[in-house]
């Protein structure tokens, strides 16, 4: 490969086809996948994403910031769909100091020209315990925790969109926000104008939802979709204490490549069809044995395939449209 060709930053190539299921809605990648697989450097993140035919990133570990991030997006004709904040939180609450995290990701979103602002309650090791489980002895917020944990999602969102962007809440196993009764408090308890719902349908499944009927129930509640693939034996040895939580289900596989698990993957894209979602679909996978490009392809293309299966449910994309 001559030295021009090498150092040209990858570009994205077009996946779509015009008959293609929820065509007004854009894919995205989460590069936890990499991360945790030990590709650090953003740009050969960055080139792969591209590569692979994503529309978009979550914002990932050693990422450039605001007009770098920017600048490095456009040469690959890439955008920033999501900035992820986790939480800090005990079973009484958010920590003192989750407002000032908030606005440093608020930021970070903004000053990148980023889209969604995804919220989540970060990981504990009590509650990653007994992931998956969602009974007693799990440890669960206080009634004052939850007044606490609304009162400041409101006031994250209030911030968001005070310069144009959306929030949407993460339930994730492993946190204080897991299972289907805590998501219904959660949607129930904050106001539908500010905070969305980001429905990860892996996470969903590990907590005990089920989330083709949950994304119907929740309708337009859900703001962003993560689409991540659930390996049923790691699943089941999760529920039968066979690991010591949800960290080292994942280190064991427990989410696998889209299309390759338990999912009903056309079920989630049938449910979105009904509502003509057009928000982000983010492929996400956050452990895996090979090269991570790989299962990264594998989710885009499983991913891609359904759409083209369903396509004749929706609004085909005009032929002349190249996303």
Not at 96 to 117: E, P, Y
Not at 124 to 149: E, I, K, N, Q, Y
Not at 223 to 241: E, I, P, Q, Y
Not at 304 to 322: E, F
Request: hydrophobic fraction near 45%; proline fraction near 6%.
């Amino acid at each position: 490969m001559d030295t021009v060709t090498a150092s040209r930053p990858a570009q994205r190539a077009s996946l779509r086809h015009p008959a293609d299921a929820l065509a007004r809605a854009s894919i995205g990648a989460v590069p936890i996948l990499w991360r945790n697989l030990g590709v650090t450097d953003a740009t050969t993140v960055l080139d792969e994403i591209a590569r692979i035919g994503f529309e978009g990133t979550q914002f990932g570990t050693g990422f450039p910031e605001g007009a770098r991030l920017r600048d490095e997006l456009a040469k690959r004709d890439l955008r920033l769909a999501v900035v992820y904040l986790p939480i800090p939180a005990t079973v009484d609450g958010p920590s003192a100091d989750a407002m000032d995290i908030a606005r440093v990701h608020v930021a970070r979103l903004h000053d990148a020209g980023g889209d969604v602002l995804c919220v989540a309650i970060d990981g504990s090791p009590d509650r990653d315990a007994t992931a998956g489980l969602g009974s007693p002895p799990t440890p669960v917020f206080t009634d004052a925790a939850w007044t606490a944990l609304v009162e400041l999602l409101h006031d994250i969102a209030d911030a968001a969109a005070a310069l144009g962007h959306p929030t949407a809440f993460h339930p994730h196993a492993g946190t204080f926000i897991e299972t289907p009764a805590e998501i219904d408090r959660l949607v129930t308890s904050t106001d539908p104008a500010r905070v969305g719902i980001c429905l990860d349908v892996g996470h969903h499944i590990v907590g005990g939802g089920d989330p083709v009927a949950d994304l119907r129930a929740l309708g337009d509640r859900v703001a962003h979709v993560h689409l991540k693939d659930v390996d049923a034996d790691v699943l089941a040895g999760l529920r039968a204490g066979r690991f010591t939580g949800v960290g080292e289900a994942v280190r064991k596989g427990l989410f696998t490549e889209l299309g390759a698990g338990t999912l009903d993957l056309d079920g989630v894209i049938e449910a979105l069809i009904e509502r003509d979602y057009d928000g982000w679909l983010m492929v996400e996978q956050d452990h895996g044995f090979g090269p991570p490009s790989e299962s990264a392809a594998i989710g885009r293309r499983a991913l891609g395939a359904a759409l083209r299966r369903l396509g004749g449910r929706s609004t085909p994309v005009p032929a002349d449209v190249t996303r």
